[in-house]
């Protein structure tokens, strides 16, 4: 992994446009933060078709409400509180099934607005979408890490493990020595160098978080945004989301998991009437009428679909 930002020497590739937030300038992007998009692209931009509706390629979930950290960049950093309250194990087995019903082919990404290696049921949740050969991963803040952890999540099925490093490049020695010792292949984790200071974006694809930071909005009113189109967010309680960005918020919540079904959720028209205002780049509704997310990264294949079966095409 390389630690310095991608310098645009020369023209953009068509793939890299697709995802530049407007106003690109230099050292907006790390390597380490290209590399992970390109190995997730594949997966995340196939459309997936149930019963002729575009099924979400991307489910991320919250499985607790606490963290060891307050990142400058996060909303912890500020009045957002630290909670230990975490996803019943039945939450994450009935989401599961769910999925392997619908043989969803995409991935589950456990992330969300806590440090999920602090939940001691994370081995359970990973094996419960794991043993269904269901594509899973976690991004952590690593600092709970250790061998005897690693290969334990690895051996409930873990698909891949995203370290967020906040502290600085001796780190990177770190984490590969423990993984080493865990006996993990090294193309089944990632390291992303984020220590970056405030004037390089924290080396993030940087983001108000759906206006629970402050941060100019610049040009981004008039920007298309993929993620409902693609991606499925479920809170710690099994509350369907809008969107990953709006997760500390919470201003937009569809049904929860426990009560309606996972495609009938996403089947909600209410949700359809998002993207189809997102498709044609009007962030007109909270919380999009305050966010600057790039919302182009990954989806736009998912957003054709859907503006195709609405009748737009
Ligand atoms: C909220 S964290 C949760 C997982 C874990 N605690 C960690 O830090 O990796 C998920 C990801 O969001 C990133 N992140 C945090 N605040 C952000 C922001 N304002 N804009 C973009 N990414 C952000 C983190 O660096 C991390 O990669
Ligand atoms: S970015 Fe991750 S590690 Fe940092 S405060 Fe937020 S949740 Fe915690
Ligand atoms: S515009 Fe922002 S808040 Fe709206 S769906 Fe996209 S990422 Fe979420």
Redesign the pocket.
Known sequence: MSGFFHQPSKALDPESEKWLPPGFKEKMVTHAVKENIDRKRFSIDEVQYFNDTPLFSWVELNINEICNRKCPFCPRSGSYPNQNIHMDIGIAESIAFQLDSLQFGGTVNISGTGEPMLSKGIKEIVSKFGSRKISIEIVTNGDRLRPSNIEDLYEAGLSQLVVSMYDGPHQIEKFHKLFEEAGIDSSLYTLRDRWYNEDEDYGLIYTNR?GSLEQDLKNSQSRP?Y??AYALYIDWNGDVL??C??MYNRTVKFANVTEKSIIDIWMDPELSK?RKE?HAGE?KTS??SN?N?N?MVFGSNHSKAWDKISGND
Request: hydrophobic residues 30%; glycine residues 6%.
């Open positions: 759906a945004c993620y409902p809008l969107c960005q709006d998002f997102l962030r919380p999009c966010c997310a919302g």
